[in-house]
């Protein structure tokens, strides 16, 4: 049971550019979710997923898109990587969005846009 | 707006209690969690609190008051592995979907 796993560990990459962050959770939780984290600023959610085919944005989608193509699978695509999206991304899952249902986090992709 | 507020810094000494404070204001509320992040890890999940009054979990415990809009997460016997951050986030949506999290309370352990 590998929980929420996310690639890659790192990654730097120039202004324009496009990539995919990859998300996968082994653990059959139907939400799963995509936060930034920034110096001083907390968890930002980015784009959110209550089921397979169903994708909703949070409080910073702008510039990022997600598909839930799978239970399993969650991935972030940067469009044209900007400098303003240098960040920690954490991926997220919960087995429903009830009471106490905590989010289990993958290890996180530290991006750098120069 | 919403917002949730917690001091940024706390320092204590080993075997201590310490209490991290969270005031919130949202739009909607259906539950306070708090969540503990080492340095370069991820986030872990700690306590949750969806009614008044003190969750225990070992040495930790957090405490709702939902008319003060205010909880706080109590740790007590404190160890230099308790040295991390801790986050308190609000289940802002009936449906759940959207936690809001605070800016984060680094604490310091000193032996």
């Known amino acids: 049971n590998a929980g929420v796993t996310q690639t890659p560990k790192f990654q730097v990459l120039k202004t324009g550019q496009s990539m995919t962050l990859q998300c996968a959770q082994d653990?059959?939780?139907?939400?799963m979710s995509w936060y930034r984290q920034d110096p001083g600023m907390g968890l930002r959610l980015i784009h959110y997923?209550?089921?397979?085919?169903?994708?909703d944005q949070g409080e910073v989608p702008n510039g990022y898109n997600v598909s839930r193509s799978t239970t399993e699978d969650f991935p972030l695509r940067l469009l044209s990587a900007a400098p303003s999206q240098t960040s920690v991304y954490f991926c997220?899952?919960?087995?429903?969005?009830?009471?106490?249902?905590?989010?289990?986090f993958g290890n996180g992709t530290r991006l750098t846009v120069t | 707006g919403q917002s949730l507020e917690q001091p940024s810094e706390v320092t204590a000494v080993e075997g201590a209690i310490v209490q991290i404070n969270c005031t919130y204001q949202?739009?909607?509320?259906?539950?306070l969690s708090w969540y503990q992040q080492h340095d370069g890890g991820a986030p872990t999940f700690l306590s949750y609190?969806?009614?008044?009054g003190l969750e225990e979990t070992g040495r930790f415990s957090s405490f709702l008051s939902r008319s003060d809009s205010y909880g706080y997460l109590l740790l007590q016997e404190l160890q230099m592995k308790d040295s991390a951050s801790y986050f308190c986030?609000?289940?802002?949506?009936?449906?759940?979907?959207?936690?809001?999290f605070g800016k984060g309370t680094t604490l310091s352990v000193s032996s």
């Open positions: 997923s209550v089921g397979a085919g169903i994708t």
């Open positions: 653990m059959n939780h139907e939400y």
């Open positions: 997220a899952s919960s087995y429903t969005t009830g009471d106490n249902s905590p989010l289990h």
């Open positions: 949202t739009s909607g509320f259906y539950g």
């Open positions: 986030a609000v289940r802002a949506d009936q449906a759940g979907t959207a936690l809001i």
């Open positions: 609190n969806a009614l008044d």
